[in-house]
């Protein structure tokens, strides 16, 4: 088959004017002559001549012709889209886990998207993240052979999917015609952006940051500690225990703990310990003696009745009602509890506590991943991916949602900053994102993060002590990570 070279849009109307030359009929003759004779005369003068002229001519449109018609073909699309026309329709599904503002947002965002792409159309389908409701849901359509296009994944199902041969990389995206410049990359927070690379598969980019937030996040009524002679949220637990002494009263709780998996994964840290090894297979020696550490901090505080335990999100009533001086959450609940507390008072965000130091927070929160479908239905969703992350829509989605902005210029923003004027509270978790810590982006994690909610419900049922817990625990963990 033969390649012709690509043509500007100049050259491709030109080509399709010759050929139509070549092409149409020849001009009408010339008015007839005054005499007989003198026509006889003219034709056999001119005959020779014009046989000669012509005999080439014709020659070269012929030859000309084949060559003319196929460039016209190769610059069909060029003058096609010169000329307006309209791009093929594609439409994507997006499967999500968002719910009350954070749900009406990204519906506002897919509307506003069709009208800088109205010929790419993107349904929305709503499963909760609760029980991994979301992550079975994909599983089970991996082996029904029927994946979404675009999904909201957590690093550790992204790599399971990813095993399961359903992840489109988006290297190739990133260094595309329609990728990221240099300066795109530099003005992404990099702790966001990395959560979607993963060392095990060759350092692949298989998640692009989106609704990102940090968790281990002690959100505290702050006229409350002000009253028990404390002006900001301790850094240290024995702070945390002289100051809820100060606090508890019949009718009045000091700290509500909801277990959760990732503040103990902050906490392994924050008691001097460390969760992996040297590879993706091996726990780190010091991860059995931090988690103990960490949930005999949770018995005591119980036992001495200075936290109750909460197992949902009831406890929020409870804040938002003046009964509960804090607790842990993450910085997207923020539009949640705003919505309970209606201004009845000041409430602030800091790290949780450490042993030693302020324990730090942890990255939550999902990316933005690509399933394997059509090429035109994998560049739309890059497409999407890239427009919903830049500058204005992050600033969007952050003051709306509470979520964390993905660039830097975000976050600089006029409209961000005066976000933060209005919430001040979320400078402590801006300033918490150089520090967060990323779980482990492996498929196992899910099996582990399962047997850590196992164990702390125990240990804060105080139907298991610590010890017994952290040593199930580490058995269950290294198990999950040898499979």
């Known amino acids: 088959m033969k390649h012709y070279p690509k043509l500007s849009t100049t050259t491709a109307l030109l080509a399709l004017g010759l050929l139509a030359t070549a092409c149409s009929p020849a001009p009408a003759a010339p008015p007839a002559a005054t005499s007989a004779a003198q026509t006889s005369a003219t034709v056999a003068a001119v005959a020779p001549t014009a046989a000669a002229a012509a005999a080439p001519a014709a020659t070269a449109v012929a030859q ?21 026309a309209p791009e093929p329709p594609v439409t994507l599904t997006f499967w999500h886990g968002m719910q009350g503002a954070q749900e009406a947002t990204i519906k506002a965002l897919v509307e506003d998207y069709k009208k800088v792409k109205p010929n790419v159309t993107i349904n929305l389908d709503f499963t909760s993240y609760s029980q991994n409701a979301l992550q079975q849901k994909v599983m089970g359509a991996i082996a029904a052979n029927s994946t979404p296009d675009l999904v909201q994944g957590f690093p550790n199902d992204t790599s399971a999917w990813f095993d399961a041969g359903a992840v489109v990389p988006l290297d190739d995206y990133l260094k595309g015609s329609n990728g990221l410049t240099q300066a795109d990359l530099e003005d992404i927070y990099p702790s966001l952006l990395k959560e979607g690379v993963f060392p095990q598969y060759q350092n692949k980019q298989l998640g692009f940051p989106f609704n990102k937030s940090l968790d281990g996040v002690m959100v505290y009524n ?60 091996t726990l780190s020696p010091q991860f059995g003696p931090g988690m103990e550490k960490w949930y005999d901090r949770e018995k005591s505080l119980i036992e001495k009745k200075l936290a109750i335990v909460v197992r949902d999100f009831s406890w929020q009533n409870e804040f938002a009602a003046g009964k509960v001086a804090f607790s842990a959450t993450t910085s997207a609940g923020d539009t949640f509890i705003e919505g309970l507390v209606k201004g ?80 001040p509270r979320f400078n402590a978790v801006l300033e918490g994102l150089a520090t967060a810590k990323s779980e482990p982006s492996i498929a196992a ?39």
Not at 69 to 83: K, N
Not at 240 to 261: A, F, L, N, R
Not at 262 to 272: E, M, T
Request: net charge positive.
């Open 445 to 483: 994690w899910s099996e582990v993060r399962t047997a850590m909610g196992d164990v702390e419900n125990k240990v804060t049922s105080l139907t298991a002590s610590p010890k017994a817990g952290a040593e199930e625990l580490v058995t269950k963990a290294t198990a999950a990570l040898k499979r």
């Open 222 to 281: 702050a006229p409350m500690l002000k009253a028990a002679g404390f002006d900001r949220f301790p850094a240290t637990w024995a702070e945390v225990e002289t100051m809820c002494q100060k606090i508890v009263k019949p009718d009045v709780q000091c700290y509500v703990i909801q277990p959760s998996q990732s503040r103990s994964y902050i906490q392994v840290f924050a008691h001097g310990g460390e969760v992996m090894g040297g590879d993706t297979k």
């Open 344 to 423: 009845a008072f000041e409430y602030g965000f800091a790290p949780m506590p450490g042993e030693s130091a302020a324990g730090g927070m942890s990255i939550s929160g999902t990316n933005l991943v690509v399933f394997k479908s059509t090429a035109a239905k994998q560049q739309a969703a890059w497409d999407f991916i890239k427009w919903v992350t830049q500058k204005d829509q992050s600033v969007r989605w952050a003051t709306a949602t509470g979520y964390l902005p993905v660039r830097k210029s975000a976050a600089a923003d006029p409209a961000y900053r005066d976000f933060l004027a209005k919430k």
């Open 64 to 84: 000309a012709a084949p060559t003319l018609a196929a460039a016209v073909a190769a610059a069909a699309p060029t003058v096609a889209a010169a000329l307006g």
